[in-house]
């Protein structure tokens, strides 16, 4: 059983940097990709950010110059620096990971409030 706990959450100041962290355990495997996704009430969940097994990154316009994705491959840790916090950024940011074999698993969440 794969299990993905996700910290780093809270509420700041527009401007201000939260990071993100993920973790996933429960066994020995392979991630192919690990994503953060946001999603706010009434809204289809979206995809902030995701990192390959090889570093590679990609980011939602939105994020673009501001976030920036980075993993641990012996831990299977992932992290989210997200700097420039805007009020539209705030979201419930989940943890997802593609694994090799077994599929994609998703985090509970962590709620992020951007507000003065």
């Known amino acids: 059983q794969v299990v993905l706990e996700e910290s780093g959450g809270g509420l700041v100041q527009p401007g201000e940097s939260l990071r993100l962290s993920c973790a996933a355990s429960?066994?020995?495997?392979?991630?192919?990709?690990m994503s953060w996704y946001r999603q706010v009430p009434g809204k289809q969940r979206e995809l902030v950010a995701r990192?390959?097994?090889?570093?590679?990154?990609n980011y939602a316009n939105s994020v673009r110059g501001r976030f920036a994705i980075s993993r641990d491959n012996t831990k299977n840790t992932m992290f989210l620096q997200m700097n420039s916090l805007k009020p539209e950024d705030t979201a419930v940011y989940y943890c997802?990971?593609?694994?090799?074999?077994?599929?994609?698993?998703w985090g509970q969440g962590t709620q992020v409030t951007v507000s003065s």
């Open positions: 997802n990971v593609l694994i090799v074999g077994r599929g994609q698993f």
């Open positions: 990192v390959g097994a090889d570093g590679t990154a």
């Open positions: 429960g066994g020995t495997f392979s991630i192919i990709f």
